[in-house]
Every structure is written in C-alpha cells, then in structure tokens.
C-alpha cells in the first residue's frame, strides 16, 4: 500500500470514530443537578451519589454516608441514580449531622454484629430473630444518642451469652470489619422468587434497611450490654439481646465513653436509688414503687399542674380504668393498637385496662346533651394506664407499662381550634420556661394507616400548620406521615441540661373520635345552614358535631420526673425538692429545741425532716445533709435558743442567719417563683 492510500484509509477511520463520539454524545442523558449548598452541576444518567460526591470534592464522599433525592428519597452512596434525564436535588448526610446516616451506619453495624454472631456460635442451633439500630429519630438529635443490637434464640434453654463469649464476639466484629467486605444488594440462593437480600460475607440477611458501601467504614466499636429479653411468642419465649456503639472514628468513640461517665452520674436509675425516690421488682415489671420522697415530688408535680388548670380553665375528672372491648372497637384502638393493651376475660366478655383516657372522655361528653354554650370543654385526667411494652424496652422511669398521663382533652367547636392550640402551645411553653427547658415544635401529619377522608385531615394539618406559624414563625417542621392514625399533631421536642432530646408534650387534632362516638353539641349555627354544608365541609363545620383535641404536656409523670433527675442532676429546686429542709442540733441537749424548730416548719407545710442520731458525730451530720441534697441545713444550738437566729447553710453554701419568720418569706418567695 502506498503512502498516500495510507494516509486516507487512516483518516477514513479517524473521522469514523469522530462520528460514533459525536453519536455517542448526543444519545447520553445529562440532568441538572442541585446540591446541598445551591450550586447546580450537570453530570450524566445513570451516575452513583459516590460518585456525584467524589467529582465535587473527595472528602465529600468519604465523609457522607447517605444521600436524599429531592427532599425525601433516601439512598445508599453506591446505588445508581435513574432519572432519564430529569432533573434533581441531592443531599449528601454525614454521621455527625444527619440522623438517618446514623441510623443507616448503626443499622449496618448490627449486620457486623449479626455475622460475627452466627459465625462465633456457627455449631450452636440458633435462630437470628432481631437486629437493627436502638434510635429514637424524633428525639436522637446528636451522634452520642444510638446504639444497635442483635436478638438471637438458643434452642438450648440453658445456654447465655457470658463475658468471654462478648469478648470472642468482638473479635469476630474486628477481623470482619478489617476484611472490608463489601454490603451487596442481590437475589436470594435460598428461594426461586426473586426476593432481594443483604449479602454480606457469605451471609444474606433481609432487606429491610439502607446499608454503608462496605465494613470498613466502621472505625470504632464496643459491645457494650447482653440481656435476656421477652420473645415474641411461645415457640421463642426468650431472647439472648447483645447491643453495641459504633462511630466513623475514635475520637468520636472517645468522646462517647467520656460522655457516658458524665451521664452516668446523671443517670436517673441512680439517683432514685441514692435518694431513695423510686424502685422496681421483678414481681411487677415496668410498674414503679415511689418511695415517699418519691411520691413528694410526683404529688408536686401534680399540685402545681392543677393550680394551672383551675386558672386555664379545665375541670378534672376520674374515669374507669377497665373497658369492654366494644370501647376501643368503637374508637379504633382495637384495630390499631391491640397488641399494646392488656385484655383478659370476664364474664365471658372481653375487657382491656386503658392504654390512654381519650376513649372514655368521649363517654363522658356524651352522657348527655351538649349545648354549643358549653365549649369549649376542658377536661383534665391523672387516671392510671397502662400498655403491653416489651419487656426489653423498659428502661427505668422512661419506659414504664403503668404511669400516668397529664391527660386532657378538649371539646370544642371548629371554629374555636385556632384559640384553643394557641392556648395550649402558651401553657407548654409556660410549664416548659419554668423546668428552664429550650424545646422546638414538629407537625406530624397524615400516616399510612390514617382513619377518615382525605380532605379532612388536609383541613385539620392546614390550620396546624397556621397555628404554628403564628406561635414561633417558622422555628417548627413537618415530620412527615408520624401523626396518630385519628389526627395530625404537634409534637413537642425539649432538650434538658444534658443536651438530650426528649418528646413528651403533644396536641393533637382529632376529627375522628367525636364521628366515630356520634359527638353532638347544639345551638350556634342554625339548621338551614348546616344543611347546606355538604360532604366533608359538614364534618367540619357543622352545627352538630364538636373537634377534639389532645393535650399532655409533662407526657407521662413518670417519664418527667426521669427528665428533671437528669436535668437537675437531683439537685431539686425548692418548690420541687422532698427534703426542703433539715434540722440538725449541735449535741443532744439541744434536741429539743432542735424539735420544736422542725414543728413550726412541718405545720407550716414545708417538708422538713431532724437528725437527732446521737451515734453521728456532728460534722457527719452536716455531711450527710449535704450529700442528700437538702436544700437548707439549720444548725441549733446555744447561740440559737438565746437569739431566736438561726444559723443556715444553704446547699450552695452560702451561710446566711434568720429568724424562723424570714426563713418563711424566703421559703414562700422560693415556692412563688419556682426556686
């Protein structure tokens, strides 16, 4: 060949591989892609959020574990964006700053555990029954608030899972997070159907989360607790549960253990034990005993809410504690909530304990007839609950299966609604300035498994939704598809002195319960109106028919008085404290006087309590006192009875001398402004 037909035949081809680029290019899929910080970039179909990720920065990919498709859409880092050329938004989430990457990294996490597991115990007949993370999202607002765990049953009743098996499990979890196995999205080889399975190593596990690209992504873990726990049913009565922690990085894991010994001393557990306010017994788990420094506290709390609702316009009731089934068939519990009651036969008839009072306050509206004059009406219940938790979810004053509610509900008419959640986000932010609680306001909506029409609940989550706006601008969010399946609610997040989140007040709107108790009110709008409303604009607006609304703002008693332990560290405010104060005389000559002083106290109606043990030598005395927590110490002796000063040590230990009627006016000054 020559040259020249050389020359040609190359450029022949040159220009042909031109024209397949140029195909190439104009057959590719671009969208436009918007990320976190606003920019919009272009990158080709079919691209992984890793890779999205690496091209904007390296550091990016390595340190987000999750990634959001416009808002809502979660995905894993490594799965592959199918948009056919539209356009999205994308966020990449972090461990430290985005609760569902924790939940995702804790979640993979128990499938380290899990394998380490079944390879540890692999000549044990055992059965994986349970594994994922321990995370609250609503409240987990920091990455030192989440653990996982695994549940597994031995068919071998006496076998347990003892300190050397943790230790051997940990070992485990170390070389298969070395071996950095990847988390692998694939079809099931033990069943034809095409299910989809977690393979991990040579394990496949269910589908039933996101996971992090591989194992080594795990730079820090601890096993940090084993316990039996109740199964699920009788063919596996009892489950061995190992729970773990894990971070991206030690320093993070440092900082958890240090953190944990700080809150340790906080621990609520503890402070009920060393002050002795509460205990549990075996003989009745979840149901606390209140000692009677306990049973001070949980009455102040009581008292002081009642001195609110005689001012806020409630009335308090008492209703039964035990239903006829027909109840919570009529309310729609039995449907939804069942499994979480306690029911038993009698008289060969069905009966349940009540999981919550707003069933029976429907009863009690609608005992007789209601006049629109009436509403709103603000009925407040302390009754008895109770609720089926399972006996691995209790956790000390939080978890309880009997406690009691700061219950209320309110009747009124629908164009009332607006006032009366005003109200009630006044009175919750009222009780919470004074506990010195910072809080912040969601709006959960419509779930899955909502009861009622549609336009109903848009109506109900639309006047929320204004309320709130009203109240704190936009300070609030939607927590989308978390609201009750009768109604939308407010759900109220307050963080104590600890940083630590917690849910306990919420509102909620209830359109459901008044038509499903056939609710009735009359007077204030005439007939010929209401008869022209029609369809779902008569439920709401009818003359006939009042809205409910749900109120609690400590949640349950109990589950506040864990809070304000740890928030105050047991250190109670006065108005709150069960020893106010304690007399202690210098010698036993001076009991007497020392006597009539802790009287004088007592019937002025502040708890007081003397230390006349003469096997305690006086500075033990003062010690003891201060260790306890009283909030003032009164020393008697000579110089006291000559002068009718005494002598105080407040529990700041400022020294200060008074006579028994200053000591009073600061005693009420205390109780007036919540000291």
Not at 250 to 257: A, F, G, I, Y
Request: hydrophobic share 35%.
């Amino acid at each position: 060949m020559s040259f020249l037909k050389l020359t040609k035949s190359i450029q022949r081809i040159n220009f042909k591989n031109q024209i397949n680029q140029i195909n190439r290019y104009f057959s590719i899929k671009t969208s436009n892609v918007k990320l976190n910080d606003g920019r919009v970039m272009i990158f080709e179909d079919k691209q992984t959020p890793l890779t999205i990720a690496n091209t904007i920065n390296k550091s990016l990919g390595k340190q987000s574990i999750l990634s959001r498709l416009n808002g809502n859409q979660l995905i894993s880092m490594k799965d592959t964006i199918q948009m056919d050329g539209k356009d999205y938004g994308i966020e990449f989430l972090n461990f430290e700053e985005h609760s569902d990457a924790r939940i995702c990294f804790w979640n993979s996490s128990s499938l380290v555990l899990a394998r380490a597991i079944m390879e540890y115990f692999k000549d044990k007949d055992i059965k994986l029954m349970n594994f994922g993370h321990l995370v609250n999202p609503q409240t987990a607002d920091n990455i030192n608030q989440g653990t996982f765990f695994v549940d597994i049953f031995f068919n071998d009743k006496s076998q347990t899972i003892k300190e050397l098996d943790i230790n051997k499990i940990k070992k485990k979890m170390l070389y298969i997070i070395q071996r950095n196995d990847p988390f692998q999205l694939s079809t099931s080889s033990n069943n034809n159907n095409g299910e989809l399975v977690i393979k991990f190593g040579e394990y496949e596990f269910p589908n039933q989360f996101l996971t992090i690209g591989s194992s080594n992504s795990i730079g820090s873990f601890d096993l940090i607790k084993n316990s039996s726990v109740v199964g699920p049913n009788k063919e596996f009565p009892e489950l061995q549960r190992i729970v773990g922690i894990s971070f991206p990085t030690k320093e993070q894991m440092d900082n958890w253990v240090e953190l944990q010994k700080i809150a340790a001393l906080r621990d609520h557990r503890v402070i009920g034990r060393d002050q002795e306010l509460f205990f549990f017994h075996p003989f009745s788990p979840g149901s606390c005993f209140f000692l009677p420094h306990g049973t001070k506290i949980y009455n102040k709390l009581l008292q002081f809410l009642r001195s609110e609702y005689s001012k806020r316009g409630y009335q308090e009731v008492i209703s039964p504690n035990i239903y006829n089934q027909k109840l919570w068939e009529t309310s729609g519990h039995w449907d939804n909530y069942k499994e979480n009651m306690f029911s038993f036969e009698c008289d060969h008839t069905q009966y349940s304990l009540k999981p919550m009072n707003c069933p029976g306050h429907c009863l009690m509206y609608g005992h007789r007839a209601r006049s629109h004059k009436e509403l709103p009406m603000r009925i407040a219940d302390f009754g008895v609950l109770h609720r089926n938790e399972t006996h691995g979810s209790l956790s000390g004053l939080t978890r309880v299966r009997r406690f009691q509610q700061d219950d209320a509900h309110i009747f009124c008419t629908p164009d009332m609604i607006r006032e009366e959640i005003k109200q009630c986000l006044d009175f919750m932010k009222y009780v919470y300035t004074i506990f010195n609680f910072t809080f912040h306001l969601e709006l959960s909506t419509r779930p899955d498994s909502y009861l009622g029409d549609l336009s109903v609940w848009e109506k109900a989550e639309d006047s929320l939704s204004q309320v709130l706006t009203e109240f704190c601008g936009d300070q609030w969010r939607i927590n989308p598809g978390d609201g009750a399946f009768y109604g939308p609610k407010i759900d109220i997040h307050l963080k104590d002195a600890n940083g630590k989140n917690h849910q306990c007040a919420t509102i909620q709107l209830d359109f459901q319960l008044p038509i499903r108790f056939n609710l009735e009110y009359s007077g204030g709008v005439t007939n010929q109106k209401q008869e022209q409303k029609k369809g779902e604009e008569q439920q709401l607006n009818s003359i006939n028919r009042p809205v409910m609304i749900h109120r609690a703002l400590f949640g349950s008693v109990e589950r506040m008085m864990a809070i304000l332990m740890e928030h105050t560290a047991g250190k109670w405010p006065f108005w709150l404290s069960p020893r106010q104060c304690m007399v202690i005389p210098i010698s036993n000559k001076f009991n007497q006087y020392a006597q009539e002083i802790q009287s004088k106290i007592n019937l002025a109606g502040y708890d007081v309590d003397i230390d006349l043990n003469d096997s305690k030598l006086f500075p033990k005395k003062i010690r003891d006192a201060t260790t306890s927590q009283y909030n003032y110490i009164i020393v008697i002796g000579q110089e006291e009875i000559d002068t009718n000063i005494l002598s105080i040590r407040k529990r700041d230990n400022e020294q200060i001398k008074l006579s028994l009627d200053q000591l009073f006016s600061e005693f009420k000054l205390n109780i007036e402004q919540f000291k």
